[in-house]
């Protein structure tokens, strides 16, 4: 998709800086495990697929993927404060490294849940790590241990994340045009 679609407002953050912030979370998710260990990386599907595949590519050691899929939106752009896990994990956690991968970070309800749940299966290690998050949006405290970009509080698709399941392939992030869903 050459052309900015109708329903998009701008090009938020570009392929280049999102490519540059992955590698330098990767090392920062590299020097935080302890050296040589195995990671599973859990992707809060969907949005985080993108952003998973990439990062997984960029961490110097071995991972393996699990998937939790958990419900906080439905289609449009408002939460339901309502989080529920509808896949759960595949792997036992317990005595692992785990890394939670999540496309961005709004209210915070989905993550505090996630977090919460994930702690009593007992890992050795649970760390987050966030591609976006929009501070001014949120209702309940959290804050990942791997940031990449903290946005203004506008709706943005692209790099996994959607407009009614729309936009995941865009190699870029993009600002949706509020007249699209207000
Ligand atoms: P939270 O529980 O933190 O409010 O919600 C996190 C989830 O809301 C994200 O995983 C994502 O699915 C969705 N979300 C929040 N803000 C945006 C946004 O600007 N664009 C898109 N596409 N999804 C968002």
Same mark, same amino acid.
């Given at each position: 998709m050459n052309e900015l679609d109708?329903?998009? @407002?701008?090009?938020?953050?570009t392929e280049d800086e999102i490519k540059k912030k992955v590698q330098e979370l990767a090392d920062e998710i590299d020097t935080a495990f302890p050296p040589g260990e195995e990671i599973i990386m859990i992707c809060?599907?969907? %949005?985080?697929v993108v952003f998973m595949a990439d990062l997984a590519r960029c961490l110097e050691r071995q991972v393996t993927f699990d998937f939790m899929d958990v419900s906080s939106? %439905?289609?449009? +752009?408002? +939460?339901?404060g309502v989080v529920r896990i509808i896949k759960d994990l595949e @792997?036992?956690?317990?005595g692992k490294n785990v890394l939670i991968v999540e496309d961005i970070i709004d209210t915070g309800l989905t993550l505090k849940y996630v977090v919460k749940v994930l702690k009593t299966r007992k890992p050795a290690r649970l760390k987050v790590v966030t591609l976006?998050?929009?501070? @001014?949006?949120?209702?309940t405290e959290f804050k990942a241990d791997f940031n990449g970009f903290a946005i203004p509080d506008m709706f943005v698709v692209g790099y996994g994340l959607d407009y009614a399941q729309k936009?995941?392939?865009?190699p870029y992030i993009a600002v949706l045009k509020a007249s699209v869903y207000s």
């Open positions: 109708h329903q998009l @407002e701008k090009i938020l953050i809060i599907l969907r %949005g985080a939106y %439905g289609s449009g +752009t408002v +939460t339901s @792997e036992d956690i317990s976006l998050d929009k501070p @001014e949006r949120r209702v936009y995941r392939n865009l």
